[in-house]
């Protein structure tokens, strides 16, 4: 199982749509594949008693257990926010490191694809993801892809751009042969 991250809880954004449409790419390749939009992670999950496995919430428990414990690889979709990634995204991480530790990341295969309006497509985001990541004992993949000027490749619902549409398949295909 693959789990396609969208790492930003803005609801309805570009990344989502990116995610998606990387989550469909997966699939028609043959293999299984899944979508977690953080924006549908409650705000009261995120407490102090998160880092507690005794106290965490059973739906975020319910969750990384299903998107993250249970998943062979990840691909994660990093929006550029403040020249890194967003704090949800770091919230999520930090918050599924407490349980069940060794089985989240550690020895997973992980792919990063960056999002942003601006020229760079989030390098300096991927480079601080995959700093956190290796740390957390994850194999990220050494090619990260950026997408820069995303809004002008996905206008309506469908990535009108043909190179990024063939880029995103190429980092698709070498994801599932690692």
Do not use: C
Not at 8 to 21: D, F, P, Q
Not at 57 to 77: C, G, M, N, Y
């Amino acid at each position: 199982m693959i789990t396609v991250v969208s790492g930003t809880n803005r609801s309805g954004s570009l990344t989502l749509k990116y995610a998606a449409h990387f989550t469909d790419i997966i699939k028609q390749s043959g293999q299984d594949a899944q979508l977690l939009d953080l924006a549908l992670l409650n705000a009261e999950d995120f407490t102090q008693e998160m880092y507690d496995p005794s106290q965490m919430s059973s739906t975020f428990l319910s969750l990384q257990q299903r998107f993250v414990i249970e998943a062979d690889k990840l691909v994660f979709f990093v929006p550029e926010y403040n020249g890194s990634y967003p704090g949800v995204l770091k919230l999520f991480i930090d918050a599924v490191s407490v349980y069940e530790t060794a089985k989240n990341f550690g020895g997973k295969k992980i792919a990063l694809i960056g999002i942003a309006s601006g020229r760079a497509g989030n390098l300096r985001g991927m480079d601080h993801l995959a700093d956190t990541l290796a740390h957390m004992g994850a194999w990220v993949l050494p090619n990260r892809l950026p997408i820069s000027a995303a809004h002008e490749y996905l206008p309506e619902e469908t990535i009108t751009h043909q190179a990024t549409l063939d880029n995103l398949k190429k980092h698709a295909q070498q994801l599932i042969a690692a």
